[in-house]
């Protein structure tokens, strides 16, 4: 099947993957009273104790580092929870893989959707922050949508192949957690990218999270315009990831139903 028509079979199979996206939300707050509030208020308490533990016990020479590290960990997190429940989407949904047909792409593409959602949502506490700190909201802000989508299509990506592969090696799904550990460490999130050894730098910069959480920082914690250029590249990159996460995907597929 040709990628477009792959393409129509899921928008044929746009009101699963609206249900799937759905139950996914519904499904982690299952049972709590306040529901999908906590979308909103597990990042408003994370905020409160960074903002004490970094204010008061550890100080930092980062300029408002409460804020730094809260603008850098929440994509970090989406993109962290992602990768997480990607890996393990289609082996966890093995009663409907064996008994329904529908496009198989739409079980990795219901966790990234879901999770970006979340994300947006926990913007919103950003945004306070940002307001109540002093720092405020400038009009870069138009182009948080640019690095949300690179972020995304770099995520779908790394799923098709991670989520096909679990299939097969359960291993992989294990191996995750202490890889996306190191990544995080790999990644300016707890500190800055000035701090990374000049010599080290190209290197460092092969990272694709660099480039992409630089610009959640450029736009929300410098208040500059994000490298676009740096963007492009890991935009590229990622539509290629894309292409051979497909194919991997594709070929593997065809042996879901006897291997889950």
Same mark, same amino acid.
């Given at each position: ?46 905020? &409160? @104790? ?6 008061? $016990?550890?100080?930092?020479? *980062?300029?408002? =580092?409460? #804020?730094? +590290? ?52 926990? &913007? @919103? ?6 307001? $109540?700190?002093?720092?405020? *909201?400038?009009? =870069?802000? #138009?182009? +948080? ?66 480039? *992409? ?48």
């Amino acid at each position: 099947m040709s990628f477009i028509n792959k393409v129509k079979e899921i928008y044929k199979y746009r009101h699963m993957l609206f249900t799937l996206v759905k139950q996914d939300i519904n499904g982690r707050y299952k049972g709590s009273i306040f529901g999908f509030l906590w979308t909103l208020l597990n990042p408003l308490f994370m905020l &409160l @104790v960074y903002s004490v533990v970094f204010s008061i $016990v550890f100080k930092s020479d *980062i300029e408002n =580092y409460p #804020i730094y +590290l809260f603008v850098c960990l929440m994509p970090w997190n989406a993109f962290n929870t992602m990768i997480g429940g990607g890996t393990t989407c289609v082996s966890n949904n093995a009663s409907i893989i064996k008994k329904v047909y529908f496009p198989r792409e739409v079980l990795p593409l219901s966790v990234v959707i879901s999770n970006t959602i979340q994300y947006c949502f926990s &913007l @919103v506490i950003t945004f306070i922050a940002l307001l $109540v700190s002093g720092m405020g *909201i400038t009009w =870069y802000a #138009i182009f +948080l949508p640019l690095v949300m989508l690179v972020q995304v299509v770099f995520a779908f990506g790394l799923i098709l192949m991670l989520s096909a592969a679990n299939v097969y090696v359960r291993d992989v799904q294990y191996m995750m957690n202490p890889i996306m550990m190191i990544w995080m460490y790999a990644s300016p999130i707890l500190y800055s990218i000035t701090m990374v050894p000049e010599k080290w730098l190209p290197i460092y910069k092969l990272n694709p999270m660099v480039t *992409i959480l630089q610009g959640y920082q450029s736009i929300l914690y410098n208040q500059t315009l994000p490298n676009f250029k740096a963007l492009g590249i890991v935009f590229l990159a990622s539509i290629a990831i894309c292409i051979i996460g497909y194919m991997i995907f594709n070929k593997l597929q065809r042996r879901f139903a006897e291997e889950v």
